[in-house]
């Protein structure tokens, strides 16, 4: 039987204290780190969402094939992370993996001198890994591919024979996820260079040190929404930082234009409305934000806010095609948005007849979920497959919760 919940959210009740989860992105890169350095730590505050406890299941198995399911950074991180692991490995995932492109990883890792090769269909999981020490040396890579691809590549770089030189050709989209990967490769005492679109990784030992996991600021988006759609209340959010590495973070200066004040205090963050009016158009590059994508499209929408959106080429490859979904789902709450040119999305504020009843479907990706769920504010509506959100916020319907 199909999964689904029936919102109808109350703009009355919102005085709420959030525990936010913790970053997947940081978890999962603090996990493939920590296990490079043969770390005797444990990380603190691991996020509980799908990808995070696919990677610890793999990298605590003692079996030699991986099933991921739809976790897509546990994919990419372990193709690469098996790539260098001496042994015979095989790797799949949901049939939506399967459709999932990876050929950019494997050729990449291959050239490296990895032997990687494709049990079904040319250029996409599942894999056949045969683990061993790797040359490395220099690759080209178009800054438009997805930032979890460099991050992969580079986080097993310094155990590369000849280290790592990676170029990035054209617009490099997703730099602060790239920034991360630096950041944190630097806590566990590794050395990189990042300048004129070029990553130089010398071979170098990891060491094992402590690590806490910060709150996720892509989770705290949705709260943001709230607050920007309901006009009034008081939101909370714990566990959020200011100088965050997270490129997500950028939400509390985007969601100033859209009604949304944002205070730091020592435990996280206090939400309350702008008494400034908001912005009347937006416009917005997602380049190094695409996570933010679908929240701040939808809340445009539900606060007549027209705009035009560039730099979301990625969301295609994501959990499903965003462009395609938002244009869909929108168009069941009475938006017409387009897609003007590939990577981009606006709306001229033109409007069709809303469903009577919106089901708003989900596609297997627990974004869409999170996003459409605060236009319950507005009108009730119906979320189907609402436990995609376990891909990163397992609790996200609990905390909605306070205020049904």
Request: some cysteine.
């Amino acid at each position: 039987m199909e999964s689904a919940i029936n919102l109808a959210l109350n703009p009355d009740k919102i005085q709420l204290e959030i525990n936010l989860p913790a970053s997947k992105s940081i978890s999962n890169r603090a996990l493939i780190l920590n296990a490079l350095s043969y770390s005797p730590f444990e990380i603190e505050n691991l996020s509980d969402c799908d990808d995070t406890r696919v990677l610890i299941n793999v990298l605590n198995s003692n079996d030699y094939r991986f099933d991921v399911g739809a976790a897509g950074t546990s994919m990419r991180f372990l193709t690469a992370f098996l790539a260098k692991t001496v042994g015979e490995w095989r790797i799949t995932g949901s049939e939506r993996m399967k459709n999932r492109p990876i050929k950019l990883l494997v050729d990449a890792l291959n050239s490296l001198g990895a032997k990687i090769e494709y049990l079904e269909k040319e250029g996409f999981p599942p894999l056949k890994i045969y683990g061993s020490a790797l040359k490395g040396g220099h690759i080209c890579l178009n800054g438009g591919v997805s930032s979890q691809y460099i991050s992969a590549l580079m986080m097993i770089a310094p155990y590369m024979q000849q280290g790592l030189k990676i170029s990035l050709e054209g617009e490099v989209i997703s730099i602060p996820y790239i920034r991360m990967t630096i950041n944190m490769m630097q806590d566990f005492g590794i050395k990189v260079e990042f300048q004129n679109n070029e990553i130089n990784i010398k071979p170098q030992v990891y060491s094992p040190v402590p690590f806490q996991v910060e709150s996720d600021w892509s989770a705290a988006s949705y709260w943001y929404e709230i607050l920007s759609v309901a006009r009034e209340g008081k939101i909370t959010l714990r566990g959020l930082k200011k100088d965050s590495c997270q490129g997500d973070s950028r939400v509390a200066e985007i969601f100033e234009s859209l009604g949304v004040s944002t205070e730091y205090t020592e435990h996280g963050v206090i939400l309350t409305p702008d008494e400034k009016l908001p912005v009347k158009h937006l416009t917005l590059d997602f380049k190094n934000i695409p996570d933010l994508a679908q929240t701040i499209a939808v809340t445009c929408c539900l606060k007549g806010i027209t705009f035009d959106f560039t730099g979301l080429q990625s969301l295609k490859i994501k959990e499903t095609n965003r462009i395609d979904a938002l244009i869909n789902e929108l168009r069941k709450l009475g938006y017409v948005i387009h897609e003007p040119a590939e990577g981009q999305l606006a709306w001229n504020g033109e409007k069709c007849l809303m469903n009577e009843n919106p089901e708003i479907s989900t596609y297997d990706d627990h974004r869409m979920a999170m996003a459409f769920a605060p236009a319950a504010l507005l009108h009730p509506l119906t979320i189907r497959h609402p436990e995609v959100v376990s891909k990163s916020y397992p609790g996200f319907w609990n905390d909605l919760r306070l205020i049904f």
